[in-house]
């Protein structure tokens, strides 16, 4: 076929793969040149990308099939993706054509004859025909052309894969029927794979329907967390710890375009990837430009709607409608969401959407610099909508933004409780602040909820006050109703058990139990009964405990108390040392909270502290903080005082693990400081008890005897003569004091306030503190030279640990428990089951020998790395690359890393932030 001619100048038209592209235009009949650009039938090249096998798998399935549609909004990785894939094909020595698209393509003849160059550039002999055909005539029927383009497919043996990219540009339905005819007609051995951002033109149905459709939209195209890892790894590698990447998806939703865009700005000087992440909004430079451009290619009247409806946390068709005062409204909602712009359905009927988390900020902030006088009215509309179809909460946060505070107040009633009882207790509070309490007065049933939701909140004092006042007016006006007494007092337990007054706190909530009709207010003050009792070692209480069981459409509206059921279940069964009923009961408690309001909710926080606790002990350390570390500031501002120590336990424990006691001490001084400005005894006993601990293992004593003396002040400052929750304070202390007692060489004296806990311990049911007491018994029996008692004590300790699933207790036992194991190792005379869980504990101890190993001090470190390394470390904690720090230093990346090694091993840790976090905390380095 390369006969044909162009003009008089004996140039070829048309020339095989070989002749490396070098058609130039084409001749029609009138004289017209068909223009060709090479590069349109070429794929895009790209470097570093992640590899993505999920995607890859599901692409892998076209082999079988007719048509694949990658279908996503802009800067969702569709073309890398297609690209890749394109390769990956091309190397397995399939046939594989490219082709390009834009808006000048959008006519039949001009869309064949690259469709034909593509195919012809891949597979020499196919298209040939079909170009000549076209440059003939440029009318000629498009089946023709396509006739020619199967007949020549028909010949070929192997694969032959067609990729279109960006088919949204094409809108003539001529085109989408001659796509249609290709996917019917081409041999089986011939597969057509587009990437669009709008559905396109062809019969999907038709093709889902006969198995021969492949598809890839925008929620499988985010980067999921271990993408999102590894594409941070690739380009900014250890300059983000683990809760910052997380940060990072979240705020970006996987967006590969955002996470790309950021990426880019490591080369701007002073650029801080942590800060920026921390900040990051859609507002923000370069995000908003991207943006900008976004919608700088669409309609003024979609930008028009986007801008109006940047309002709505949610989107709607009536919604929208209603807002914009538009009747096309739901039109032009149909119209973005066929855009892909960056739209995500909340629910299977695609009735409601939202903006993407960015977008939606990028919206709001031009909204308001464009329009702001605006801003109020479409609020009111909003509200009025919102308010017609019962949807309370959010007419209420409409109607407050409108300026309409009247009409909020009005409103607030009909869902005020339904907020507490999901667990939402901010956004009651934060409606609180800004209405005065006049406004209030007339509203007992808000201000019962509101009072709910300050002791749930752990703003004890304030509950407690309002539920005095609310109970005045209630005498005051003669009100006849019982209900509204009985609910004050169940708030006021609430409010004395969260403060941690379980035996206060325990004979108010039992009357509501038996004398409120109200299933929620029963069931609130049976959690205070439960805590009561558990605290009092009376578990038979405990269990006998009644609850009032919710419906499943109850369950999702009483959220709150159905959680904090489970976590005090779980709590209990961790008493007794059966760790696995404890799993379960807080793995249900965070099910439930997961489903009916979030992974990110205070519902949700609760359990998930509780279970970091049982996965530390079990020895999963980074499961175990990872539950924690994200949820901290939640933890910290809402969960109850078990949850709280649990997180900060978990977080210490873990950071002394690694070798980072300055971190642990730092972590367990703010656990003390939040017990003492709650006023949680309990709290702080523990944390001051685990810094004695750490001290006292360090062999440093005095700071172990300061914290001991704290402890005994605690004692002093929150007596228990009979068994309750600040029983456990005397319990820290006599344990601490214990272990004090034997570093000074004072072992009969640790025996007796040992053999005392041991005593109340018993009573009060706690196994698990018990088990504490029996490991350090043990200890000191060993240091004392009784090595029988002390090894078949351990044994017992051992047994029991094994069979309860406890690890972790073992290995933080310090020095003298780490020879104790060794030696029940060596003895043999223990099972084959037994035996292996030793044989861990041991291989564990070689692992982690933080309780041996005196910390290194700033002087220790300031001496011990050389200018060049302090020099490297600085340049680390400012987020450069090895490569940019060896572009900065003049030297090369080879040596970077030789002098990183022997950071890390001064410094005792593995990565490149650990090394950050452990310069900062002896102050080598500082961060903006």
Same mark, same amino acid.
């Given at each position: 076929?390369?006969?044909?001619?162009?003009?008089?100048?004996?140039?070829?038209?048309?020339?095989?793969?070989?002749?490396?592209?070098?058609?130039?235009?084409?001749?029609?009949?009138?004289?017209?040149?068909?223009?060709?650009?090479?590069?349109?039938?070429?794929?895009?090249?790209?470097?570093?990308?992640?590899?993505?096998?999920?995607?890859?798998?599901?692409?892998?399935?076209?082999?079988?099939?007719?048509?694949?549609?990658?279908?996503?909004?802009?800067?969702?990785?569709?073309?890398?993706?297609?690209?890749?894939?394109?390769?990956?094909?091309?190397?397995?020595?399939?046939?594989?054509?490219?082709?390009?698209?834009?808006?000048?393509?959008?006519?039949?003849?001009?869309?064949?004859?690259?469709?034909?160059?593509?195919?012809?550039?891949?597979?020499?002999?196919?298209?040939?025909?079909?170009?000549?055909?076209?440059?003939?005539?440029?009318?000629?029927?498009?089946?023709?052309?396509?006739?020619?383009?199967?007949?020549?497919?028909?010949? $070929?043996?192997?694969?032959?894969?067609?990729?279109?990219?960006?088919?949204?540009?094409?809108?003539?339905?001529?085109?989408?029927?001659?796509?249609?005819?290709?996917?019917?007609?081409?041999?089986?051995?011939?597969?057509?794979?587009?990437?669009?951002?709008?559905?396109?033109?062809?019969?999907?149905?038709?093709?889902r329907a006969q198995n021969q459709l492949v598809e890839i939209?925008?929620?499988?195209?985010?980067?999921?967390?271990?993408?999102?890892?590894?594409?941070?790894?690739?380009?900014?590698?250890?300059?983000?710890?683990?809760?910052?990447?997380?940060?990072?998806?979240?705020?970006?939703?996987?967006?590969?375009?955002?996470?790309?865009?950021?990426?880019?700005?490591?080369?701007?000087?002073?650029?801080?990837?942590?800060?920026?992440?921390?900040?990051?909004?859609?507002?923000?430079?370069?995000?908003?430009?991207?943006?900008?451009?976004?919608?700088?290619?669409?309609?003024?009247?979609?930008?028009?709607? $986007?801008?109006?409806?940047?309002?709505?946390?949610?989107?709607?068709?009536p919604l929208c409608e209603a807002v914009t005062g538009s009747?096309?409204?739901?039109?032009?909602?149909?119209?973005?969401?066929?855009?892909?712009?960056?739209?995500?359905?909340?629910?299977n009927d695609g009735v409601w959407l939202r903006y993407h988390?960015?977008?939606?900020?990028?919206?709001?902030?031009?909204?308001?610099?464009?329009?702001?006088?605006?801003?109020?009215?479409?609020?009111?509309?909003?509200?009025?909508?919102?308010?017609?179809?019962?949807?309370?909460?959010?007419?209420?946060?409409?109607?407050?933004?409108?300026?309409?505070?009247?009409?909020?107040?009005?409103?607030?009633?009909?869902?005020?409780?339904?907020?507490?009882?999901?667990?939402?207790?901010?956004?009651?509070?934060?409606?609180?602040?800004?209405?005065?309490?006049?406004?209030?007065?007339?509203?007992?049933?808000?201000?019962?909820?509101?009072?709910?939701?300050?002791?749930?909140?752990?703003?004890?004092?304030?509950?407690?006050?309002?539920?005095?006042?609310?109970?005045?007016?209630?005498?005051?006006?003669?009100?006849?109703?019982?209900?509204?007494?009985?609910?004050?007092?169940?708030?006021?337990?609430?409010?004395?058990?969260?403060?941690?007054?379980?035996?206060?706190?325990?004979?108010?909530?039992?009357?509501?139990?038996?004398?409120?009709?109200?299933?929620?207010?029963?069931?609130?003050?049976?959690?205070?009964?439960?805590?009561?009792?558990?605290?009092?070692?009376?578990?038979?209480?405990?269990?006998?405990?009644?609850?009032?069981?919710?419906?499943?459409?109850?369950?999702?509206?009483?959220?709150?108390?159905?959680?904090?059921?489970?976590?005090?279940?779980?709590?209990?069964?961790?008493?007794?040392?059966?760790?696995?009923?404890?799993?379960?009961?807080?793995?249900?408690?965070?099910?439930?909270?997961?489903?009916?309001?979030?992974?990110?909710?205070?519902?949700?926080?609760?359990?998930?502290?509780?279970?970091?606790?049982?996965?530390?002990?079990?020895?999963?350390?980074?499961?175990?903080?990872?539950?924690?570390?994200?949820?901290?500031?939640?933890?910290?501002?809402?969960?109850?005082?078990?949850?709280?120590?649990?997180?900060?336990?978990?977080?210490?424990?873990?950071?002394?693990?690694?070798?980072?006691?300055?971190?642990?001490?730092?972590?367990?001084?703010?656990?003390?400081?939040?017990?003492?400005?709650?006023?949680?005894?309990?709290?702080?006993?523990?944390?001051?008890?685990?810094?004695?601990?750490?001290?006292?293992?360090?062999?440093?004593?005095?700071?172990?005897?300061?914290?001991?003396?704290?402890?005994?002040?605690?004692?002093?400052?929150?007596?228990?003569?009979?068994?309750?929750?600040?029983?456990?304070?005397?319990?820290?202390?006599?344990?601490?004091?214990?272990?004090?007692?034997?570093?000074?060489?004072?072992?009969?004296?640790? $025996?007796?306030?040992?053999?005392?806990?041991?005593?109340?311990?018993?009573?009060?049911?706690?196994?698990?503190?018990?088990?504490?007491?029996?490991?350090?018994?043990?200890?000191?029996?060993?240091?004392?030279?009784?090595?029988?008692?002390?090894?078949?004590?351990?044994?017992?300790?051992?047994?029991?640990?094994?069979?309860?699933?406890?690890?972790?207790?073992?290995?933080?036992?310090?020095?003298?428990?780490?020879?104790?194991?060794?030696?029940?190792?060596?003895?043999?005379?223990?099972?084959?089951?037994?035996?292996?869980?030793?044989?861990?504990?041991?291989?564990?101890?070689?692992?982690?020998?933080?309780?041996?190993?005196?910390?290194?001090?700033?002087?220790?470190?300031?001496?011990?790395?050389?200018?060049?390394?302090?020099?490297?470390?600085?340049?680390?904690?400012?987020?450069?690359?090895?490569?940019?720090?060896?572009?900065?230093?003049?030297?090369?990346?080879?040596?970077?890393?030789?002098?990183?090694?022997?950071?890390?091993?001064?410094?005792?840790?593995?990565?490149?932030?650990?090394?950050?976090?452990?310069?900062?905390?002896?102050?080598?380095?500082?961060?903006?």
């Amino acid at each position: 076929m390369g006969g044909r001619t162009h003009g008089d100048k004996g140039e070829p038209l048309i020339q095989s793969r070989s002749s490396n592209l070098a058609i130039g235009t084409g001749t029609l009949p009138a004289r017209e040149q068909l223009p060709f650009l090479a590069t349109k039938i070429l794929p895009a090249q790209f470097g570093g990308l992640v590899a993505r096998p999920r995607l890859v798998a599901i692409l892998s399935e076209l082999r079988a099939k007719r048509l694949a549609v990658i279908k996503a909004p802009a800067g969702f990785g569709k073309t890398s993706l297609a690209a890749a894939w394109a390769e990956k094909l091309e190397q397995s020595g399939n046939c594989v054509g490219w082709l390009t698209l834009d808006s000048e393509d959008d006519e039949a003849t001009r869309f064949l004859f690259y469709v034909s160059q593509a195919l012809h550039h891949a597979c020499p002999d196919v298209g040939a025909g079909a170009i000549g055909l076209i440059l003939e005539n440029n009318l000629i029927d498009p089946t023709a052309i396509l006739s020619s383009l199967i007949n020549d497919l028909a010949e $070929m043996e192997d694969d032959v894969y067609l990729f279109l990219e960006d088919y949204h540009w094409l809108s003539a339905s001529r085109i989408h029927q001659t796509v249609a005819y290709f996917l019917k007609h081409a041999p089986s051995h011939c597969h057509v794979v587009l990437t669009t951002r709008t559905e396109p033109s062809l019969p999907l149905a038709t093709l889902r329907a006969q198995n021969q459709l492949v598809e890839i939209d925008a929620v499988a195209l985010r980067f999921d967390m271990q993408e999102t890892q590894a594409f941070l790894d690739s380009t900014r590698p250890g300059v983000l710890e683990l809760s910052d990447v997380q940060l990072l998806q979240r705020k970006t939703e996987g967006w590969p375009a955002a996470l790309r865009i950021i990426s880019s700005m490591r080369s701007q000087p002073g650029f801080r990837l942590k800060e920026y992440v921390h900040n990051l909004s859609g507002s923000q430079r370069p995000i908003a430009a991207y943006l900008t451009e976004m919608l700088d290619g669409l309609a003024l009247d979609l930008v028009d709607f $986007m801008l109006r409806t940047a309002i709505l946390d949610r989107l709607s068709g009536p919604l929208c409608e209603a807002v914009t005062g538009s009747s096309s409204s739901r039109t032009i909602l149909a119209s973005l969401a066929q855009c892909q712009m960056l739209l995500t359905p909340l629910d299977n009927d695609g009735v409601w959407l939202r903006y993407h988390t960015l977008l939606a900020e990028y919206l709001r902030q031009r909204l308001e610099t464009d329009r702001g006088v605006e801003v109020p009215e479409l609020h009111g509309r909003a509200a009025r909508w919102y308010a017609s179809h019962e949807l309370w909460t959010e007419a209420v946060q409409h109607a407050i933004a409108a300026g309409d505070f009247d009409r909020a107040i009005s409103w607030i009633k009909n869902c005020a409780m339904t907020l507490i009882k999901r667990g939402d207790l901010f956004t009651l509070l934060e409606w609180q602040r800004q209405f005065p309490d006049e406004l209030m007065r007339g509203q007992p049933e808000v201000r019962l909820a509101i009072a709910w939701g300050l002791a749930l909140a752990l703003r004890f004092d304030e509950a407690l006050k309002l539920a005095t006042d609310i109970e005045g007016d209630i005498a005051a006006a003669r009100l006849p109703d019982s209900d509204l007494l009985h609910e004050c007092q169940a708030i006021r337990s609430v409010a004395i058990a969260l403060k941690d007054d379980s035996e206060r706190a325990l004979p108010l909530a039992e009357d509501c139990v038996s004398l409120s009709r109200d299933p929620w207010t029963a069931n609130v003050a049976s959690n205070v009964v439960r805590f009561g009792h558990m605290q009092a070692g009376d578990l038979k209480q405990f269990y006998a405990t009644p609850w009032i069981p919710y419906s499943l459409e109850e369950d999702r509206r009483n959220v709150f108390a159905s959680v904090y059921r489970r976590c005090l279940q779980g709590i209990a069964e961790i008493r007794q040392i059966r760790l696995a009923a404890a799993e379960e009961h807080y793995r249900e408690g965070l099910r439930v909270a997961e489903q009916y309001v979030g992974p990110n909710s205070v519902a949700a926080a609760l359990p998930a502290s509780l279970i970091a606790r049982i996965l530390y002990e079990q020895g999963h350390l980074d499961e175990a903080e990872a539950l924690v570390i994200d949820r901290a500031s939640l933890i910290n501002s809402a969960a109850m005082l078990d949850c709280v120590r649990s997180a900060y336990f978990v977080m210490a424990r873990v950071a002394a693990a690694r070798m980072n006691l300055e971190r642990a001490h730092t972590l367990l001084e703010r656990a003390e400081n939040h017990g003492i400005s709650r006023g949680w005894g309990r709290l702080t006993a523990a944390a001051t008890a685990e810094q004695a601990r750490l001290y006292l293992n360090e062999g440093r004593v005095d700071e172990g005897a300061a914290c001991v003396d704290r402890l005994e002040r605690l004692a002093r400052k929150y007596p228990a003569p009979r068994l309750c929750a600040w029983s456990e304070i005397q319990w820290d202390h006599k344990l601490a004091y214990a272990q004090l007692l034997g570093r000074r060489a004072r072992p009969e004296e640790a $025996m007796t306030f040992l053999r005392e806990l041991q005593r109340e311990t018993e009573a009060a049911q706690h196994r698990y503190f018990l088990i504490r007491i029996e490991i350090r018994i043990s200890a000191l029996q060993l240091s004392v030279g009784k090595t029988a008692e002390a090894t078949d004590r351990f044994r017992r300790v051992l047994a029991a640990c094994a069979h309860a699933g406890l690890y972790q207790i073992i290995l933080d036992g310090g020095s003298l428990i780490s020879e104790l194991v060794q030696m029940v190792q060596r003895s043999g005379s223990i099972s084959e089951h037994l035996m292996s869980y030793v044989d861990r504990l041991v291989a564990g101890s070689r692992r982690a020998p933080q309780d041996r190993i005196v910390p290194i001090s700033r002087a220790q470190a300031l001496g011990g790395l050389s200018a060049r390394e302090t020099e490297i470390l600085k340049l680390i904690a400012q987020g450069l690359s090895n490569k940019e720090i060896a572009r900065s230093l003049d030297i090369g990346p080879e040596t970077v890393k030789s002098h990183l090694k022997s950071v890390f091993t001064k410094l005792g840790v593995e990565r490149r932030a650990q090394a950050v976090s452990r310069a900062q905390t002896l102050g080598l380095v500082t961060t903006q």
